[in-house]
């Protein structure tokens, strides 16, 4: 799919955080080659610089950052006289416990990357762009938990769901100002880090619940990453698109 040409990419400026793996890297390298130039945030430099001379070998323009979304400190010094067209509010991070079991410290955790991170990068991104005099995309990539619930995922689902509702607060806010913010919500997407979870019964007995019958893959996420972000959406703000099989029209 990344193959086509979508309108109103190529020269922009994007940021991507959560950069070093999985969708994060995903989302740079398809953004790169629309003809993006992609920053590269997360806290992992080694990877970020892999991923960027991958990008530069494939055609692509790409530098990077090291960036703790959890940190507004670091937000701010990373950001720092930056001007981005594009943002994708990727960072995040979970657990997978009973409610009964969350520590503090898995609770902060959560909601610091997955929340407050996204407000952060938000608010100084859009600062930028409101002082530059031009718009912009803010993506926040939420989940479909955000709209619906699952068990041993609270913190999870509840950082999910307040994501949402601050990129609806946030299109509201600065749409006046030409910037555009929406959620992408996906369903169960393959990567390496759930792949061999997948594979066990217990993960082939969720697989089997989504209507579909298969995980997404991250080139099944490109199409509405590309909407959001290219002239083609440009008349949405606070939406929320939903790319999960069907799991959220299953019944109860």
Not at 30 to 37: D, E
Not at 133 to 145: D, W
Not at 153 to 171: D, F, W
Request: hydrophobic residues 45%.
């Amino acid at each position: 799919m990344s193959e086509m040409i979508w309108p109103g990419l190529s020269g922009k400026a994007a940021l991507v955080t959560g950069a070093s793996s999985g969708l994060g890297a995903h989302f740079a390298q398809v953004l790169a080659g629309q003809g993006v130039n992609v920053t590269l945030a997360a806290r992992r430099a080694g990877k970020l610089a892999a991923l960027a001379d991958r990008i530069a070998i494939a055609g692509g323009t790409a530098d990077a950052i090291d960036l703790d979304v959890a940190d507004p400190g670091s937000v701010r010094t990373a950001l720092n006289g930056r001007l981005f067209d594009i943002v994708i509010n990727n960072a995040g991070t979970t657990t997978s416990k009973p409610a009964l079991e969350h520590r503090a410290g898995d609770i902060d955790a959560i909601i610091d990357t997955n929340l407050k991170g996204a407000f952060h990068v938000s608010q100084t991104a859009a600062a930028a762009m409101i002082e530059a005099g031009q718009g912009g995309s803010i993506i926040n990539v939420a989940s479909i938990l955000g709209k619906r619930v699952a068990s041993h995922v609270s913190a999870y689902a509840a950082s999910k769901a307040g994501l949402v509702q601050l990129t609806r607060s946030l299109a509201l806010e600065w749409a006046r100002h030409g910037i555009r913010v929406n959620a992408l919500c996906p369903g169960y997407i393959e990567t390496d880090l759930n792949r061999d979870f997948f594979a066990t019964d217990a993960g082939k007995a969720l697989i089997k619940r989504v209507p579909q019958r298969r995980l997404g893959q991250a080139a099944d996420l490109e199409g509405p990453l590309f909407l959001l972000a290219s002239d083609l959406g440009r008349f949405m703000t606070g939406s929320e698109i939903v790319a999960d099989g069907g799991h959220l029209v299953t019944s109860i």
